[in-house]
């Protein structure tokens, strides 16, 4: 087996069609043009297995370690691919703007109206021929960055495609009656019923919380090999984007109206939304923290939510215990003044 950063020089490519801001070279116009940028990949022949996963649909995947992250076969995952050209031939597929949907710096902006996504590109960056016909140094950053994402989230291992790729999640139901590993996707919605691979207990108290008794959940699904050094999911920082979203969607706060102390708490908590999955779990703490500050404020004065009627909310009672008697952050992040005896916050 070749270890993973001993890689060799690849012909593997990834053409990514990708709208820029370029100027003519024939009368100076300036318009957002269609161009193929050609994303030279790396190629190994083999990559640790980090990963090994029974899906409760019966469905085996597998994950490979490189660069810290786990990597899964490209079909496996999204339609966002591209063409991959190897030396036995191409494989065409959906063409892509954005690598695995990472942000990347957005066009330069101009007057001309975006072309629609089935215009043909007017050539390959590298082509003479495109070159002599246009300047693309006004996007030159858009292009190298979508160079560099290519080349960091894509991969080739014995002529497989390989994209990076999040370990499956535990799914609880809403009853506690079905616990179900299933792929992990980029969904911030009802985050407080998702649990990462290697927590299969935390599952199972959500369960027991749900239904009234432990034990009587069914399992779907099997972690069959698991390393969890490669885990880049983190629960913390999920259950904090679902918060941001939660709070975004059911509330529309008036900020300037809010006590200054509270000003902060809102904006801490509205910047869940934008929490990548790959953020830090200290700051995913403290947006909770902030929003279980908020929640005591509303239910003591309705009014500064914007809401009639904010409590009592099903999907508050199902985030706090799992946050509280779950995830064991009740010291963390319920207000003092509200604790109980046993340390529930009383919302």
């Not at 957002?32 to 029974?54: D, H, N, W, Y």
């Amino acid at each position: 087996m070749r270890a993973p950063d001993d890689h060799r020089p690849s012909p593997v490519c990834l053409e990514v069609m990708a709208t820029v801001l370029a100027e003519s070279r024939k009368d100076g116009c300036r318009e957002r043009i269609r161009v193929i940028v050609p994303c030279p990949i790396r190629e190994f022949e083999a990559l640790p297995v980090v990963g090994r996963f029974l899906l409760a649909r019966g469905k085996e995947i597998v994950r490979f370690g490189l660069d810290g992250r786990p990597f899964g076969r490209h079909e496996e995952l999204h339609d966002y691919g591209s063409t991959f050209r190897t030396p036995a031939g191409n494989f065409a597929g959906p063409w892509c703007t954005e690598i695995l949907g990472r942000e990347l710096p957005k066009p330069a902006k101009s007057e001309p109206q975006l072309p629609s996504t089935a215009q043909a590109a007017k050539g390959r960056i590298g082509d003479p021929a495109l070159a002599a016909a246009w300047n693309l140094n006004l996007d030159a950053a858009r292009i190298a960055a979508i160079e560099e994402r290519a080349a960091a989230d894509f991969a080739v291992c014995a002529g497989e495609l390989l994209t990076v790729a999040p370990f499956p999640r535990w799914s609880v139901s809403g009853d506690g009656a079905r616990i179900e590993l299933v792929k992990a996707s980029d969904e911030i919605l009802h985050e407080e019923n998702f649990v990462a691979a290697e927590r299969l207990c935390a599952a199972e108290e959500i369960a027991a919380l749900r239904s009234g008794e432990r034990g009587l959940a069914t399992c779907r699904g099997r972690v069959v090999d698991l390393d969890v050094a490669y885990q880049t999911d983190r629960d913390e920082v999920f259950l904090a984007r679902g918060v941001g979203q939660f709070f975004a969607e059911r509330f529309r706060i008036r900020v300037q109206e809010l006590p200054s102390d509270l000003v902060r708490a809102w904006h801490d908590v509205a910047s869940g939304t934008r929490m990548r999955r790959d953020g830090d779990p200290a700051q995913a703490v403290d947006l909770i923290a902030s929003s279980f500050r908020l929640m005591a404020a509303f239910e003591a004065h309705p009014e500064l939510s914007g809401r009639t009627k904010p409590h009592p909310d099903p999907w508050w009672q199902r985030i706090r215990d799992r946050i509280v008697h779950v995830e064991g952050l009740g010291s963390q992040v319920v207000p003092g003044p509200l604790a109980t005896a046993s340390g529930s916050p009383r919302l």
